[in-house]
């Protein structure tokens, strides 16, 4: 909103313009009432500037608003990362060791049972989305800085997507018959991480048991490296993320 002029100047201006005009000097009348009228548009001006900077100051304070929370929020889904990351490396560690003994027909020990405990295991990733999904309510250009702009989304619209569809995917084989069937060849679970065949010399010879759990560990495998570049994509965008407002901050 421009600022109304203040009435102390209003009053000034009036007594001018009727001492002028009292004097009968039309000339001098003119040249003051073309001076006013440019000291007005010039007020006018200065206040629609200064409007002008309080909203950009206001979106450059949400600007930052949502920068460090998404930052915020990427250093909390950390903690779900190393968690998956631990839990997927687990399965296939265990699972190179329940091959290498079966293959290789090597007699059953205590120790194997935290081995077939591990193979069910599933992650799951739940990001935090508060910030980006401030930043979609109050639109994408609200951040300034493209390259930031890019980064985020492709985190949160792509990696993040394809890392929770592939977390799925592997609870969906933990539903699936054949794995449901492989499980009913342990007569119990102890505890957390401990699982006890039923008959463990015949998974020696049990093909498509062998074949499932060399599956899933390959797969494990091969995409715990996509797993890790975004983990490291992720780190890359927390450093960003702090230059960037720490640049905003000292604009």
Partial sequence: MVNQPLPHMTNFFRKIRQKLLAQNSVSKYLLYAIGEIVLVVIGILIALQINNWNELKKEQNLEIKILSEIRANLIGDFEDHDENMEFLSHVVRSSKVILEHLNNGLPYHDSLATHFGWLPMTANFD?????????????????????????????????????????????????????????????????????????????????????????????????????????????????????????????
């Fill in 127 to 251: 990001p935090i989305n508060n910030g980006y999904d401030l930043w979609l309510s109050e639109g994408v250009s609200i951040i300034t800085n493209d390259s930031i702009r890019l980064k985020i989304s492709k985190i949160y619209s792509k990696d993040y997507k394809w890392l929770r569809d592939f977390l799925k995917d592997r609870q969906k084989l933990n539903n699936q018959p054949l794995f449901l069937d492989m499980m009913k060849k342990f007569k119990s679970y102890e505890h957390l991480n401990r699982g006890v065949p039923r008959d463990y010399e015949g998974l020696k010879n049990d093909v498509d048991f062998k074949v499932l759990v060399q599956q899933n560990a390959y797969t494990i495998n091969s995409t715990s490296g996509f797993y890790f570049r975004i983990m490291e994509d992720c780190k890359q965008l927390i450093e960003d993320l702090q230059l960037e407002i720490d640049r905003l901050e000292n604009k």
